[in-house]
């Protein structure tokens, strides 16, 4: 199979993700000014969520140029796995923002985020083992110190969370502030 068509089908499902999410936006009733601030909780949760979604938009676009053998069956599969688990990200963020950043709902947020990066861990070396150890994608990615830091930040919130939501929410902005200027080390390959 093409990459190209693994590529739409990714975009137009992390499409539907952000509409989804802009959806559980309720107007409020009220014409006043200070009715917008009991969607505060909500738009805040949003934003972090759209903010992870165009990071793994962004990253997913990048990680996919740099495959030049096509895609495989595990790599097929593994990039479904890493969309079911996006596409929770609207459900997680919904609960988190009707509740008020309430500990449950932070934690379970802490923990689709959490599977979304091992998922895109577990994609990213599947492809690096589909096109090898001097790949552009294998040089670029190198030791991941920056993937591998956000999963012991995720953690560190969900762990956190237990004790004070604040706390495993900072944790979450934290990663999403690492990420939130596109990954170059793809791109620096290509202009060599």
């Known amino acids: ?108 947020y802490g923990f689709v985020l959490l599977m979304n990066a091992i998922s895109y861990w577990i994609l990213a070396n599947l492809i690096i083992k589909n096109e090898g150890k001097e790949s552009h994608l294998a040089k670029a990615i190198g030791n991941d110190i920056k993937g591998k830091l956000s999963m012991v930040f995720y953690i560190l919130g969900i762990i956190f969370s237990f004790f004070h939501a604040t706390i495993g929410i900072l944790f979450y902005a934290i990663v999403a502030f690492m990420w939130l200027i596109p990954d170059k080390r793809i791109e620096k390959l290509y202009k060599e």
């Open 1 to 108: 199979m093409t990459k190209s068509r693994l590529e739409a089908f990714s975009d137009g499902v992390l499409a539907i993700i952000i509409t989804i999410m802009i959806l559980e936006i309720k107007p409020p009733e009220s014409t006043e000014w200070h009715s917008l601030l009991e969607l505060l909780p909500k738009f805040l949760s949003y934003i972090l969520s759209f903010a992870y979604v165009g990071i793994y938009w962004n990253n997913h676009h990048h990680m996919f140029q740099a495959v030049k053998k096509g895609v495989k069956g595990n790599i097929l599969w593994s990039n479904l796995t890493l969309l079911f688990w996006l596409s929770l990200i609207p459900v997680a963020t919904a609960w988190m923002g009707e509740h008020n950043f309430e500990k449950n709902p932070v934690i379970l």
